[in-house]
């Protein structure tokens, strides 16, 4: 049984759930779901990370991205078993153990990236992978990369304000380094 | 949720197909799941057991062979997207997955998946149908190949035996000199799926005269359109108005469109004609590769 854990397959628990060890938000875990359950649901119910949102629940909206082995996906489209032996990220795990909020979280801060913020922790994951894979993204790029995010409230000028100000503030830092 | 459901986790073709074999239709293949989740939570299929052939080796290959671009079914949208291999044969393969749905999608959805779906408005299916690629599948009967153009065969539902998968696709790379296109239009929210999506294939000859023309319409209809006497018609003929008209005209009269949120019957019609035409003149227009 450890053996197979080790190796990142998917164990039945007593009770006839699915044991799925993963890497979440950098610790080693086991999820304990139904092979019907998403990993949304999962996430919000087992682990409690409420910052992993339902929107659409059709991968439409973006409010449920999570980092999948480092690569944003809709968590309402993943179905839980899919992620044995891989690494999940979500908006909990951008911060530093101490609780230090990452540049990206600073600068939706620093812009008021938002309103009601049910859209915010998708966009943090969306825009935290684009500033990795495009750390010079133009106004345009980001509005693409962005594109399949959406926030009801209408903040999208903010939030371009404060992905183009991260990425600006990091390439000042890569400068300095 | 139906219960129980059997989830199995092959790691071989054949184990997956040995499971497929023995279950039958109650058994459905899951790969990026991004269709199969919605489909299943919402309860439009009620499958007894899933097979996750995620962890499969040998179907994530992307590489050109022989004159062919080959896909490996657990290929991401994303990864055709971006690969530099796609990007330097057939362009317009990468620009189509690029514009499917939004990145959160295109990183988990995958090459098989897309083709096993069969959704009528999804973007690559009318590209490979343009493209005559081939789909390889393997059963219980071993390997076959089947052209895209038969493959699907009506809404949702492919020439895939129950007990057969998608093991990749393979699109001829076409000769120096074509043009190929995908145009995409969305009447609702940018990344949201056509109302009607052409790809549009072209090689003029030196005196302008048409050497090749390909044109597939995807979702308009249940399945991509294409249609070889129309396009047969243009062939040796100067490419000009009346010309890219006539076959715009022809394939908005043959096209049999269907109503749905993004567009009625009619409406369709009108946006076959007007997007076929500029499908063929960017294709003519495209930079010859």
Redesign the interface.
């Known amino acids: 049984m450890t053996d197979r854990r080790a190796q990142g397959?998917?164990t039945a628990t007593e009770d006839?759930r699915?044991a799925i060890p993963a890497m979440l938000n950098g610790r080693q875990t086991t999820l304990v779901a139904?092979?019907?359950h998403?990993l949304l649901e999962t996430l919000r119910d087992q682990e409690g990370l409420y910052g992993v949102r339902e929107g659409c629940?059709?991968?439409?909206c973006?409010a449920c991205?999570v980092m999948?082995d480092g690569?944003?996906?809709?968590s309402?489209?993943?179905?839980a078993?899919?992620v044995?032996g891989r690494e999940i990220r979500t908006v909990e795990g951008l911060a530093a153990p101490d609780g230090t909020l990452s540049d990206l979280q600073q600068a939706f801060i620093d812009h008021t990236a938002f309103q009601c913020s049910y859209c915010t922790s998708g966009f943090l994951i969306?825009a935290e992978r684009l500033a990795e894979e495009h750390p010079d993204a133009s106004r345009e790029e980001i509005r693409h990369?962005l594109?399949?995010?959406l926030c009801r409230c209408g903040s999208y000028v903010k939030i371009l304000d404060a992905v183009a100000d991260l990425l600006e503030r990091r390439r000042a830092g890569r400068t300095a380094d | 949720m139906p219960e129980p459901l059997r989830l199995f986790q092959p790691t071989s073709i054949e184990e997956a197909v040995a499971v497929l074999a023995e279950l039958g239709d109650d058994a459905k293949v899951v790969a990026g799941a991004t269709a199969l989740t919605l489909l299943y939570r919402q309860r439009l299929i009620a499958p007894g057991a899933l097979v996750s052939i995620g962890r499969i080796p040998g179907l994530k290959t992307i590489e050109v062979v022989d004159g062919e671009l080959r896909l490996g079914a657990l290929v991401s949208h994303r990864e055709v997207e971006l690969s530099p291999v796609v990007r330097g044969s057939i362009p317009v393969v990468a620009d189509a997955f690029g514009k499917v749905a939004n990145v959160r999608v295109r990183n988990a959805a995958t090459v098989g998946g897309v083709m096993a779906e069969s959704d009528y408005a999804s973007d690559p299916p009318a590209v490979f149908v343009a493209l005559d690629a081939v789909v390889d599948v393997q059963g219980s009967n071993g390997k076959r190949s089947i052209p895209a153009s038969e493959f699907f065969v009506a809404f949702y539902e492919t020439a895939l035996e129950h007990d057969e998968i998608v093991i990749g696709v393979r699109v001829p790379v076409p000769p120096a000199g074509t043009g190929a296109v995908y145009h995409k239009f969305v009447t609702r929210s940018s990344e949201d799926r056509p109302c009607v999506g052409v790809a549009g294939v072209v090689r003029l000859h030196a005196d302008g005269t048409v050497a090749d023309l390909r044109v597939a319409v995807g979702a308009a209809a249940e399945t991509p359109q294409r249609f070889r006497d129309t396009e047969a018609l243009a062939i040796g003929k100067p490419l000009d108005a009346d010309l890219i008209a006539q076959v715009a005209d022809a394939y908005a009269d043959q096209v049999d469109t269907l109503d749905d949120m993004r567009g009625s019957a009619w409406y369709r019609t009108e946006m076959v004609r007007v997007w076929v035409r500029r499908a063929i003149e960017s294709a003519a227009a495209a930079p010859a590769r």
């Open positions: 397959e998917v006839g699915l139904r092979p019907w998403t629940g059709v991968g439409m973006g991205t999948l690569e944003p996906v809709s309402c489209l993943v179905l078993p899919q044995a969306t990369y594109a399949g995010n």
